[in-house]
């Protein structure tokens, strides 16, 4: 009797199979994917990952002291290198720990993979002690979630979930591993080499005729417009749109999350757009007649009041590797779907072909328009005070000291955060860590530690505020058990100081508990941590701080600057207007 060849490899692939529990197959995968770091926080339903982890030595895990740190810690680090951060958790409580953390995530379009235990198998659905519907609570918050009910497709699960996390339009993929599953023993054959998806295959090419059409329309425009957002980042398309806007010499803004994108020292940038950005992004914004959209997504904060924004008419062309972000909140006129980097290479390569060159005269009046605006200096703040601390002061100082190092900067959510965007100004991609879409207070540190154990030889900076820094200041033991040296700048200016300013100008002044009136020494609870900490109150003590930090290499130092806790931050759209609608200082209030 002939054997067949099906046969003869389904009997070599068992002679090569090892038998291994089910945790053991999860680390060969992460080794696999080559994952480096895990952050993560043990309990009972993980326990068999635990000791699999014990018994390797090519990924490191990081014990943090919350969940929610751990997911903003591998995101964070996700966010600077381009790679999937993994996070693990367990069961229950660990999971719902976690969630803030895998919305933020989600929100922002960040690369990662949650491994979270769950009870055994046999217990599901029972109200076994932690036990939740991890596959339920995190379905509204993931690009994808699985339940691994048999040891024998975990290997399968995790290259789907590695390959869902980081194609297309990136996010959390969250993978719900039953106690029982972890510790089986199964036959194992190695991880797979690839994967395929009948239900899940993201375009990355654009569409030739639409992409010329495009360029038609931005040749012959007279008040172009390029709006970028954190898709160029994500998709790797720095150098691409540098060199479309070099070529054409047009005007350019990046959204929050697109900063870093096109270098910000360079005059055709005009800074950060929407409730917090320029008067000349916003103006341009309003008034061009062609609008380049690329890798964003036109949100509330960016454009306003939908209404007002449709006033002026334009054409809008919208470059986006997710279909559905398309035409969502503005109609545009010609939508690109495919991947950001290869739709501008193909655009780039298209217009050195064109015999049609951008008009020069109707440029140059829309560049003296653009001057125009700008001369307003909307980013004017009183720099000369001597007496209390600005904050924007800290930031410029900042920037002038770190402008030539390779320099991370990490942001919790609120005035520091905005302060941060406009004052820093970030000439490289990635640089600029910060949560835009949920706006998760409490980021900063976990952030922060994440980038610093992927770039050691960087500086890593957090701005945060003295509420927010708050949210996951334990983390600090964190860093000092994994010796990464952050610098953390907390404007402190005894205030949710956001919250404040809308309290000033939306309710009459009325500060409904948004002062902080129990604020700990954080000199001494830096010390505690084993840190070391700095109290500065003059401006003129701002940059010999900041010097002193920049020398202790080896020490994550945390400097309590005590701003002025009436400053405010302009230019600023209030809710429901338009975005050339700005209050620019307390003047218009």
């Not at 048999?150 to 980081?166: E, G, Q, V, W």
Request: overall charge neutral.
């Amino acid at each position: 009797m002939e054997i067949s060849k099906a046969e003869i490899t389904s009997a070599a692939a068992a002679e090569q199979a090892e038998e291994l529990r089910g945790a053991e197959i999860l680390v060969k995968a992460l080794q696999a994917e080559n994952v480096k770091y895990v952050w993560g926080y043990p309990g009972g339903a993980v326990l068999h990952i635990y000791d699999a982890f014990y018994k390797q030595d090519s990924i490191q895990h990081i014990l943090v002291r919350h969940e929610q740190a751990a997911v903003h810690a591998a995101d964070g680090y996700a966010r600077a290198t381009g790679d999937v951060g993994v996070a693990l958790v367990t069961s229950g409580p660990g999971v719902t720990n976690a969630i803030t953390g895998i919305a933020t995530a989600y929100m922002d379009s960040i690369p990662m993979v949650i491994v979270t235990g769950q009870v055994p198998t046999a217990a599901i659905g029972l109200d076994a002690f932690q036990e939740c519907d991890t596959v339920g609570i995190t379905r509204p918050i993931v690009k994808h979630n699985f339940l691994v009910k048999d040891a024998r497709d975990l290997a399968m699960t995790l290259k789907k979930a590695f390959h869902i996390a980081r194609s297309g339009r990136p996010g959390p993929v969250v993978v719900d591993i039953p106690k029982d599953v972890s510790f089986k023993k199964v036959a194992y054959t190695g991880y797979p080499e690839s994967v395929e998806m009948r239900s899940y295959n993201p375009v990355r090419k654009g569409h030739a005729g639409q992409i010329r059409k495009a360029l038609q329309l931005l040749l012959t425009a007279k008040r172009p417009y390029i709006y970028t957002g954190g898709g160029v980042l994500l998709g790797n398309a720095t150098a691409e749109l540098r060199t479309l806007v070099n070529m054409l010499g047009y005007p350019v803004t990046n959204t929050l999350m697109g900063l870093g994108a096109y270098p910000a020292t360079d005059p055709k940038f005009l800074g950060m757009l929407g409730m917090h950005g320029t008067m000349e992004a916003n103006n341009a914004m309003q008034n061009c007649d062609v609008l380049l959209a690329v890798g964003a997504r036109f949100d509330d904060r960016v454009i306003g009041n939908p209404k007002h924004f449709a006033q002026n008419e334009r054409k809008i062309i919208h470059i986006d590797i997710d279909p559905s972000s398309i035409s969502k909140r503005v109609k545009v006129d010609i939508p690109i779907v495919g991947d950001v980097k290869d739709v501008l290479t193909e655009m780039i390569a298209m217009i050195k072909e064109s015999a049609i060159k951008p008009d020069a005269q109707a440029l140059g009046g829309w560049w003296e328009a653009i001057e125009g605006w700008r001369k307003r200096d909307c980013m004017k703040y009183d720099r000369g005070n001597k007496e209390v601390i600005k904050p924007q002061f800290v930031i410029e100082t900042l920037w002038n000291m770190t402008k030539d190092a390779d320099t991370y900067i990490t942001s919790d959510v609120g005035q520091h955060q905005m302060w941060a965007a406009q004052y820093y100004k970030f000439n490289e991609p990635r640089r600029w860590i910060n949560s835009g879409g949920l706006g998760t207070m409490g980021v900063g540190i976990p952030y922060a530690m994440g980038i610093k154990l992927a770039k050691p030889e960087s500086e890593v900076y957090c701005v945060t505020g003295e509420g927010s820094v708050q949210m996951c200041i334990q983390e600090l033991s964190t860093c000092l058990q994994y010796n990464t040296p952050i610098k953390i700048l907390s404007l402190n200016n005894r205030y949710l100081g956001m919250v404040r300013q809308w309290q000033e100008i939306e309710y009459s002044g009325r500060y409904s508990h948004s002062y902080m009136d129990a604020l700990p020494n954080f000199v001494k609870l830096a010390e505690a941590y084993g840190h070391v900490g700095m109290l500065i109150e003059r401006p003129q003590d701002v940059e010999p701080a900041l010097r002193e930090a920049r020398k202790l290499k080896d020490r994550t130092v945390f400097m309590d600057f005590r701003t002025d806790p009436t400053e405010n931050v302009f230019p600023m759209v209030q809710a429901g207007k338009g975005i050339t609608e700005m209050l620019l200082g307390s003047e218009d209030l």
